[in-house]
């Protein structure tokens, strides 16, 4: 180069000349480019770009500078080209392995247990075993002629029989006596068949009725022993205060000052 020609040069970048070894970014303007300007080197413009977004910004080399227009009255424009991310490298695609969580895993709340179940009640053995206690219909029968599928056995006798549900009620009386007084109720005579009954009237008229109206002959009554037969004893005066409660009683006639007092008598009210 000629020293004019360096002179000349020197002249056109005057003042605004970069010192040597800067880095500047171009110089966008509407006005005439009157010298190329330098751009940042390689670290900066890195930083730019990350702080910019993740983009790149200008893919110029370091040191080169912005070459002029050869029509010096167009603007002098900078080239900014924005690259898309480079893909991954086919080694990087490949999915990182799902390792297990290091978080406490919660056990699963246990099932509820089972609601319990109450059993059924267990019905309470009958009173009298092979005695349901219901009061069979006698309507059809004779007074001391009951057939025997109407009667009940009952305990304390000798075999003593009363109607089903009058059966039933002695032995609920009969429990509840030998609970309370500790001893045990004696039973002397039940159901009386007709001819019992007509032999009893003939040999002891005092002390039987009629036959065919005795209640002897319905199957509810009964006559009492072991202290009951006597009006002046414990055991008669808690089957008083307490005989009514199981469907029994002590007839008007046969209490004392009655028409005839029978103390060891006592009848069922089919209650």
């Given at each position: 180069m000629q020293d004019g020609e360096a002179r000349s040069t020197a002249g056109r970048r005057g003042a605004h000349a970069a010192p040597r070894g800067t880095w500047t970014l171009p110089a966008?303007?509407?006005?005439?480019?009157?010298?190329?300007?330098?751009?940042?080197?390689?670290?900066?413009?890195?930083?730019m770009g990350l702080a910019g977004g993740g983009l790149a910004l200008v893919g110029v080399l370091p040191g080169a500078s912005l070459p002029a227009t050869a029509d010096t009255a167009r603007p002098a424009v900078a080239?900014?080209?924005?690259?898309?991310?480079?893909?991954?490298?086919?080694?990087?695609?490949?999915?990182?392995?799902?390792?297990?969580?290091?978080?406490?895993?919660?056990?699963?709340?246990?099932?509820?247990?089972?609601?319990?179940?109450s059993p059924s009640p267990v019905p309470p053995p009958p009173a009298l075993p092979g005695c349901d206690g219901s009061r069979p219909d006698i309507s059809r029968y004779a007074n001391g002629r009951l057939p025997e599928a109407v009667l009940c056995t009952v305990p304390g006798g000798d075999g003593e029989r009363l109607r089903a549900d009058a059966?039933?009620?002695?032995?609920?009386?009969?429990?509840?006596?030998?609970?309370?007084?500790?001893?045990?109720?004696?039973?002397?005579?039940?159901?009386?068949p007709l001819a019992e009954q007509q032999v009893l009237r003939r040999t002891k008229?005092?002390?039987?009725?009629?036959?065919?109206?005795?209640?002897?002959?319905?199957?509810?009554?009964?006559?009492l022993g072991c202290g009951v037969q006597s009006s002046r004893t414990r055991q008669h005066a808690w089957m008083v205060a307490n005989a009514g409660a199981y469907g029994w009683f002590h007839p008007d006639w046969a209490r004392p000052g009655g028409r005839l007092p029978e103390p060891w008598h006592w009848e069922y009210d089919g209650s």
């Open positions: 966008v303007g509407a006005g005439r480019a009157r010298h190329g300007r330098l751009l940042p080197g390689p670290l900066p413009a890195l930083l080239a900014v080209v924005i690259a898309a991310p480079a893909p991954l490298p086919e080694n990087l695609r490949r999915e990182r392995p799902v390792r297990a969580s290091r978080s406490r895993v919660v056990p699963a709340a246990p099932s509820p247990a089972p609601a319990a179940v059966a039933v009620a002695f032995v609920r009386l009969q429990a509840a006596y030998e609970r309370d007084v500790g001893e045990r109720m004696c039973v002397t005579d039940g159901y009386r008229r005092r002390f039987a009725a009629v036959p065919g109206t005795s209640e002897h002959g319905l199957g509810q009554a009964v006559d």
